[in-house]
C-alpha cells in the first residue's frame, strides 16, 4: 500500500506567475483534499475532490483551482500568484466522502513566491 | 463560523510530567473533533478522534461540549512526544462538506 505523494517538494516562482502542483492519493482512496499551510500557522482547507468534482471548497479565490483524474490523483494549479502564496500545499487523501473519515497526508510542496 | 484555538504556541514539559495541550473550539453544529501530530521530518498524521474514545500512545481526550474544548493530555510524557500537536475540527455537512479546520497548533517539548 503507498502513501500520499506530492511533486514537486520544493517550488520557487516569481509574482504573476502560475503553478501546478500533483498528488497520488493512497491506493483506494477517492476523496482528495488541499490545505495551504503558512509558516506558524495552522493547515487551511483550499478544496475537495470526490469522484472528479470539487465537493467544498473554502475561503480561496477563484485562482486557485483543482482537478481530480480517473485515478484519483489531483492537481492544484494557482494562477496569477502572489507573494502570500508562498507556504507548504498539503495534499490529503481519504477512502471515502465522510465527515469523520481518516485523513491521509502527503509530505507536502513547498512554494516560495519572489 | 466554525473556529479552534489552541492557546498555547509552545509548551515545554520535564519527562515523566503531566501534559495537558489546550483545545477550545466554536461549531454551531455537533462537531467531530481531532488531534492531529506531526513529529519531526515526518508527515501530519492522525493521533486520535473523540468519537473513538481511544488512548494512542497514552493520549486521550474528552469531549467537553459545555465548555466547547477537547483538550489532550498525558500522565506521564515522554521525549518521544516532542512534536507539533494540532487540533481539528471537521464539518460534517453543507457546502464543505468534510473540511478540517484546524487550530493553529502547540509545538510540544518534552526535556529529558
Known amino acids: 500500500e503507498t502513501g500520499v505523494t506530492q511533486s514537486p517538494t520544493h517550488l520557487i516562482k516569481t509574482r504573476g506567475q502560475q503553478v501546478t502542483l500533483r498528488c497520488s492519493s493512497q491506493?483506494?482512496?477517492?476523496?482528495v483534499s488541499w490545505y495551504q499551510q503558512a509558516l506558524g500557522q495552522g493547515p487551511q482547507f483550499i478544496f475537495q475532490y470526490y469522484r472528479e468534482e470539487e465537493n467544498g471548497r473554502g475561503n480561496f479565490p477563484p485562482r486557485f483551482s483543482g482537478l481530480q483524474f480517473p485515478n484519483y490523483s489531483s492537481e492544484l494549479n494557482v494562477n496569477a500568484l502572489e507573494l502570500d502564496d508562498s507556504a507548504l500545499y498539503l495534499c490529503a487523501s481519504s477512502p471515502r466522502l465522510g465527515g469523520s473519515e481518516k485523513l491521509f497526508f502527503g509530505s507536502g510542496t513547498q512554494l516560495s513566491v519572489l | 463560523a466554525q473556529r479552534v484555538t489552541q492557546p498555547e504556541k509552545l509548551l515545554s514539559v520535564f519527562k515523566g510530567a503531566p501534559v495537558e495541550l489546550k483545545c477550545n473550539y466554536s461549531?454551531?453544529?455537533?462537531?467531530?473533533l481531532f488531534w492531529y501530530v506531526q513529529y519531526s521530518r515526518q508527515r501530519l498524521q492522525l493521533l486520535l478522534r473523540h468519537i473513538s474514545r481511544e488512548s494512542i500512545k497514552g493520549f486521550t481526550a474528552d469531549l467537553n461540549k459545555g465548555e466547547t474544548s477537547f483538550h489532550l493530555k498525558k500522565p506521564f510524557a515522554q521525549e518521544e512526544d516532542s512534536a507539533m500537536y494540532y487540533c481539528?475540527?471537521?464539518?460534517?455537512?453543507?457546502?464543505?462538506?468534510?473540511?478540517?479546520?484546524f487550530g493553529q497548533g502547540t509545538i510540544l517539548t518534552v526535556h529529558p
Open positions: 481539528a475540527l471537521i464539518n460534517a455537512g453543507g457546502t464543505s462538506y468534510g473540511k478540517l479546520t
Open positions: 461549531y454551531s453544529g455537533s462537531p467531530e
Open positions: 491506493s483506494g482512496h477517492n476523496t
